[in-house]
């Protein structure tokens, strides 16, 4: 019998999610949501609810569209410490899980060559291109993903968003395009997953 992901995190540590099989198999995640918010909403709420509820923490990891690719070009690791919708209030995010997250990660990937940046993201139910990308370069926020958002505002209704983290590797920033930025980030995410394992307890 295939061991359950979430009964296997209630014992060694925090569970590690992606939304994207690929993002999952690269990072060596736990477990895979699904693209977008409403299935990342769905498998927060079915199977990130326990695990946060019996005390350990919950890091969402994978790839993201970068918003200022001179702070944060492709294949930076994007540490959340609030996520919010365009033009909405910013929700924020468990301040000692970042702290935590944002200081070991850029102690473990210093040798990618890759700073480790820390900051908001923006919660989009798109991708986001051209000129509407653009337009959320002004917001403050970093990058942007479709389930960080998603999965923290069912955290946050069930009231365990101190357990939550996420790490948002920045893929397509604007000028590299998507696939030579995908291609650099997922190398990054290759490396971020054992990190997030190595520094949260």
Do not use: N
Request: proline fraction near 6%; glycine fraction near 14%; aromatic fraction near 2%.
């Amino acid at each position: 019998m295939t061991p359950d992901p979430t009964r296997r995190a209630l014992r060694s540590g925090p569970l590690l999610v992606a939304a994207l099989g690929l993002e999952a198999m690269v990072a060596r995640a736990d477990r895979r949501l699904g693209m977008g918010p409403g299935r990342a909403a769905a498998a927060a709420a079915a199977h990130l609810v326990p695990v946060a509820r019996a005390g350990r923490p919950v890091v969402l990891v994978g790839l993201a569209g970068g918003l200022d690719p001179a702070a944060a070009p492709a294949g930076t690791p994007v540490v959340a410490r609030a996520v919010g919708r365009p033009g909405g209030a910013a929700l924020p995010l468990a301040a000692d899980l970042a702290e935590q997250l944002a200081g070991g990660l850029a102690d473990v990937l210093v040798g990618a060559g890759r700073p480790v940046c820390s900051g908001s993201l923006l919660g989009v139910d798109r991708v986001v291109r051209g000129a509407a990308r653009a337009a959320l370069s002004d917001r403050g926020a970093l990058a942007f993903d479709m389930e960080t958002l998603a999965v923290a505002e069912v955290l946050a209704a069930a009231g365990l968003l101190d357990r939550f983290g996420a790490v948002r590797v920045v893929a397509d920033d604007g000028r590299r395009g998507f696939l030579r930025g995908g291609l650099i980030g997922l190398r990054v995410l290759r490396r971020l997953g054992p990190a997030v394992r190595a520094v949260v307890r």
